[in-house]
């Protein structure tokens, strides 16, 4: 009798260590995830930061060596920038078309850099939303 008595016992402590192990596990998982959220939205928030502060630039850029309007400054920059650049309004001065030339390259390198980070922002958020989902459905198995 003492020897079934000191086998569940020995059973009974075995489930609560693995139990307090998956705690802890979820715990430093969740923690782990929230780093990750805030570091992502960190990421976001530069990228976005770093495309006006561009974006801006330009146009100032613009609006002063080729005396354009603002509208036309706002024009040729985004035009520039989305690589779409229809040819109507063209930098005139030597200064303004040596401009033009790195905000091209930048202009491309930090609009995929903004569209990288806001896809990875889109797959932390989606990663969340799935294990949500599944704790729901795993606490829904447990209580039937």
Same mark, same amino acid.
């Given at each position: 009798?003492?020897?079934?008595?000191?086998?569940?016992?020995?059973?009974?402590?075995?489930?609560?260590?693995?139990?307090?192990?998956?705690?802890?596990?979820?715990?430093?998982?969740?923690?782990?995830?929230?780093?990750?959220?805030?570091? $992502?939205?960190?990421? +976001?928030?530069?990228? @976005?930061?770093?495309?006006?502060? /561009?974006?801006?630039? %330009?146009?100032?850029?613009?609006?002063?060596?080729?005396?354009?309007?603002?509208?036309?400054?706002?024009?040729?920059?985004?035009?520039?920038?989305?690589?779409?650049?229809?040819?109507?309004?063209?930098?005139?001065?030597?200064?303004?078309?040596?401009?033009?030339?790195?905000?091209?390259?930048?202009?491309?390198? $930090?609009?995929?850099? +903004?569209?990288?980070? @806001?896809?990875?922002?889109?797959? /932390?958020?989606?990663? %969340?939303?799935?294990?949500?989902?599944?704790?729901?459905?795993?606490?829904?198995?447990?209580?039937?």
């Amino acid at each position: 009798m003492a020897s079934k008595n000191k086998a569940r016992d020995y059973e009974i402590k075995k489930e609560e260590t693995i139990m307090h192990q998956n705690v802890d596990l979820q715990m430093y998982f969740n923690q782990e995830m929230a780093r990750e959220k805030e570091r $992502v939205r960190r990421k +976001v928030v530069y990228a @976005i930061a770093m495309l006006m502060a /561009v974006y801006i630039t %330009a146009i100032l850029v613009f609006h002063a060596v080729e005396s354009w309007a603002w509208e036309d400054s706002i024009y040729f920059t985004t035009a520039t920038m989305t690589t779409v650049g229809y040819g109507d309004v063209v930098p005139k001065t030597y200064f303004g078309r040596m401009f033009t030339i790195p905000l091209m390259w930048i202009g491309i390198g $930090v609009g995929f850099y +903004v569209i990288f980070t @806001i896809q990875e922002y889109g797959r /932390v958020k989606l990663d %969340a939303v799935a294990r949500r989902v599944d704790e729901h459905l795993r606490n829904d198995k447990v209580k039937k």
